[in-house]
């Protein structure tokens, strides 16, 4: 299938043919790796170390890197590094020959060995026809996309002060051309909010002339902010951009790629990634998944995702766009167990012909929610108009998602998850073409928020505040009668404390480790913010 699932525009790439081959070499171990328990810096972001902690997720053994005792031992074999994995443990390697081959598989610590890139039999892609551009009749402050959003109540959700502030979001996808100059990403760009790129496609050095822009029409349905023209789903998130796919071809090394950019995408703390990629078949038809494999636990890609989802992560993955050909399933990552499988609808809400089925092998419900991947309102440099693809449904959803968790962040990311699918359209009737249905994302914020005493929307400060035992809580207005009330992520009081005074100090060591609200209010005032239990 195509990799990029998306029919539109595409520029013509430099045909870059291969006359190497590339191997995943998977270890048995961890021995010699240079990272430890207790020092987890060395290998994770602050902020990755806080999503864990906050959802009272173990740092484990796919945390640490892999041995670079093994790493160097095969590359002294005359491989080139490519890749590393340390949630799979192993590496991709590419080197011109297979005479060393058999040498890898003596090393006592190879596990498992596999090809994924071979260059015969190559040929560049062509270039994709272009979809018919249609204008959209309603022109209001979400511009064209207004139909898209508000078909999941998505624009009460942003009323209500939930646009994705604070939450980042990975989006890893084939090449992001001029994303860098659109004009609908200039308060991304001038606010700071493009935290960084990543390219583990090829050795391309200029990111962003990279002449695909796939990626860079997937970014605008969640990042858009334009007034007028187009805003996105989730127009206030932060954003990482990261390059996994060589578009000419289709080869197994892809999915590698596709490892190493949602592990990096953990380690510098993005919460939520959005793929709108799959894999079943590839240049070299032996390395082709069957349906049988799409049981979320074989393909390297539905491994990763599941793990992703194990260190707090979302993963958004496009269903695919094989709906209405002889083979008419999902694809690789989208059969993983924990994450949001997507398929594309209409503007009215009916499925899109070409969007792909479910179930997934093992008879679980695929796609997981819908939304609307016809007549979808994209960004790029050719300017705001319409395209299809469930390409371009699955950032919909990413964004809308990130938007929920920003409403709920007393939520882990499977409940956050659970939700989406709970208050959809067919959550009590899911099929195999829309699976749970349609999300309302204002229903789902609404009916579950904290009532009882203090809302998560109520925080007003900024900052978190972090404790293990005694937690000192200051009032600056000096005199005043004084209540502090702390509440559980489930909005249930776990205590209150009254006093005359300036501070207090109150002794919490008892409390489980996670993320609590305290509220701080006089006769004057009141406050509301985060506490993280260590």
């Given at each position: 299938?195509?990799k990029?699932?998306?029919?539109?525009?595409?520029?013509a790439l430099?045909d870059?043919?291969f006359a190497?081959?590339?191997?995943?070499?998977?270890?048995?171990?961890k021995?010699?790796?240079?990272?430890?328990?207790?020092q987890?810096?060395?290998y994770?972001s602050?902020?990755?170390?806080?999503?864990?902690a906050?959802?009272q997720?173990q740092?484990?053994?796919?945390?640490l890197p892999?041995?670079?005792?093994?790493?160097?031992?095969?590359?002294?074999?005359?491989?080139?590094?490519?890749?590393?994995?340390?949630?799979?443990?192993?590496?991709?390697?590419?080197m011109?020959?297979?005479?060393a081959?058999?040498?890898?598989?003596?090393?006592?610590?190879?596990k498992r060995?596999e090809?994924?890139l071979?260059?015969?039999g190559?040929t560049?892609?062509?270039?994709?026809?272009?979809?018919?551009i249609?204008?959209?009749?309603?022109d209001t402050?979400?511009?064209?996309?207004?139909?898209?959003i508000?078909?999941h109540?998505?624009?009460?959700?942003?009323?209500a002060?939930?646009r994705?502030k604070d939450?980042?979001?990975?989006?890893?996808d084939g090449g992001?051309?001029?994303a860098?100059?659109i004009s609908?990403?200039?308060?991304?760009?001038?606010?700071?909010?493009?935290?960084?790129?990543?390219?583990f496609?090829d050795?391309s050095?200029?990111?962003?002339?990279?002449?695909e822009m796939h990626?860079?029409s997937?970014?605008s349905?969640?990042?858009a902010?334009?007034p007028g023209?187009m805003?996105g789903?989730?127009?206030?998130?932060?954003y990482?951009?990261?390059?996994?796919?060589?578009s000419?071809?289709?080869?197994l090394?892809?999915?590698?790629n596709?490892?190493?950019?949602i592990?990096?995408?953990?380690?510098?703390?993005?919460d939520?990634?959005n793929?709108s990629?799959g894999?079943?078949?590839?240049?070299?038809?032996?390395?082709n998944y069957?349906?049988?494999?799409?049981?979320g636990?074989?393909?390297?890609?539905?491994?990763?995702?599941?793990?992703a989802?194990?260190k707090g992560?979302?993963?958004?993955?496009?269903?695919g766009?094989?709906?209405n050909?002889?083979?008419?399933?999902?694809s690789?990552?989208s059969?993983?167990?924990?994450?949001?499988?997507?398929?594309?609808?209409?503007?009215?809400?009916?499925?899109?012909?070409?969007s792909?089925?479910g179930?997934?092998?093992?008879?679980r419900i695929?796609?997981?929610?819908?939304?609307?991947g016809?007549q979808?309102?994209?960004?790029?440099q050719?300017?705001v108009?319409?395209?299809?693809?469930?390409?371009?449904?699955?950032p919909?959803?990413?964004?809308?998602a990130a938007c929920a968790?920003?409403s709920?962040?007393?939520?882990?990311?499977?409940e956050?998850?659970?939700l989406m699918?709970r208050y959809?359209?067919?959550y009590?009737?899911?099929?195999?073409?829309?699976?749970?249905?349609?999300?309302?994302?204002?229903?789902?914020y609404?009916?579950?928020?904290?009532?009882?005493g203090v809302?998560?929307?109520?925080?007003?400060?900024n900052?978190?505040?972090?404790f293990s035992?005694?937690f000192?809580?200051?009032?600056?207005?000096?005199?005043e009668?004084?209540?502090?009330?702390?509440?559980?992520?489930a909005?249930?009081?776990?205590?209150?404390?009254?006093?005359?005074?300036?501070?207090?100090?109150?002794?919490?060591?008892?409390l489980?480790?996670g993320t609590?609200?305290?509220?701080?209010?006089?006769?004057?005032?009141?406050r509301?913010m985060?506490?993280?239990?260590k």
């Amino acid at each position: 299938m195509k990799k990029l699932l998306l029919i539109s525009v595409f520029f013509a790439l430099a045909d870059q043919s291969f006359a190497q081959y590339a191997c995943w070499i998977q270890f048995k171990d961890k021995h010699g790796t240079t990272g430890t328990f207790s020092q987890p810096t060395s290998y994770l972001s602050e902020k990755a170390i806080y999503r864990r902690a906050k959802q009272q997720i173990q740092i484990d053994s796919t945390d640490l890197p892999v041995s670079q005792l093994y790493v160097s031992q095969v590359l002294a074999k005359g491989a080139t590094l490519k890749n590393l994995s340390k949630w799979l443990n192993g590496i991709t390697v590419t080197m011109n020959d297979t005479s060393a081959l058999a040498e890898f598989r003596s090393l006592p610590f190879v596990k498992r060995l596999e090809l994924t890139l071979v260059p015969s039999g190559y040929t560049a892609s062509k270039i994709s026809k272009a979809a018919k551009i249609t204008k959209a009749t309603i022109d209001t402050t979400y511009g064209d996309a207004y139909a898209q959003i508000d078909i999941h109540n998505g624009r009460k959700l942003h009323s209500a002060g939930y646009r994705g502030k604070d939450m980042v979001i990975g989006v890893l996808d084939g090449g992001f051309y001029k994303a860098d100059e659109i004009s609908v990403f200039d308060s991304l760009r001038q606010q700071s909010r493009l935290l960084g790129v990543k390219n583990f496609a090829d050795n391309s050095t200029d990111f962003f002339s990279i002449s695909e822009m796939h990626g860079t029409s997937v970014l605008s349905t969640m990042a858009a902010n334009l007034p007028g023209k187009m805003i996105g789903t989730a127009p206030d998130a932060s954003y990482w951009l990261i390059r996994t796919e060589y578009s000419p071809t289709e080869y197994l090394v892809e999915v590698d790629n596709w490892v190493a950019g949602i592990e990096f995408a953990d380690s510098v703390g993005v919460d939520i990634i959005n793929s709108s990629l799959g894999y079943t078949e590839f240049n070299y038809s032996g390395m082709n998944y069957s349906y049988q494999t799409l049981d979320g636990k074989t393909s390297r890609a539905s491994i990763a995702a599941n793990l992703a989802a194990r260190k707090g992560m979302i993963v958004v993955n496009a269903a695919g766009n094989d709906g209405n050909k002889s083979w008419h399933y999902i694809s690789a990552p989208s059969d993983a167990d924990s994450i949001l499988c997507v398929g594309a609808i209409d503007l009215n809400g009916n499925h899109a012909n070409f969007s792909s089925y479910g179930p997934s092998s093992d008879g679980r419900i695929k796609p997981d929610v819908s939304a609307v991947g016809y007549q979808t309102t994209i960004a790029n440099q050719y300017g705001v108009y319409q395209s299809y693809g469930t390409s371009f449904a699955s950032p919909i959803i990413a964004g809308l998602a990130a938007c929920a968790w920003q409403s709920l962040p007393h939520l882990n990311n499977i409940e956050i998850i659970n939700l989406m699918k709970r208050y959809s359209s067919l959550y009590q009737s899911p099929n195999d073409s829309l699976g749970y249905g349609i999300p309302n994302v204002y229903a789902l914020y609404d009916e579950n928020r904290i009532y009882t005493g203090v809302s998560s929307n109520a925080v007003s400060e900024n900052t978190t505040a972090y404790f293990s035992g005694e937690f000192l809580i200051i009032n600056q207005f000096e005199g005043e009668n004084s209540t502090a009330g702390l509440y559980g992520i489930a909005g249930q009081k776990l205590g209150e404390w009254k006093w005359n005074g300036s501070a207090n100090t109150t002794n919490w060591s008892s409390l489980p480790r996670g993320t609590y609200l305290l509220s701080v209010a006089t006769h004057s005032t009141k406050r509301v913010m985060k506490v993280l239990k260590k």
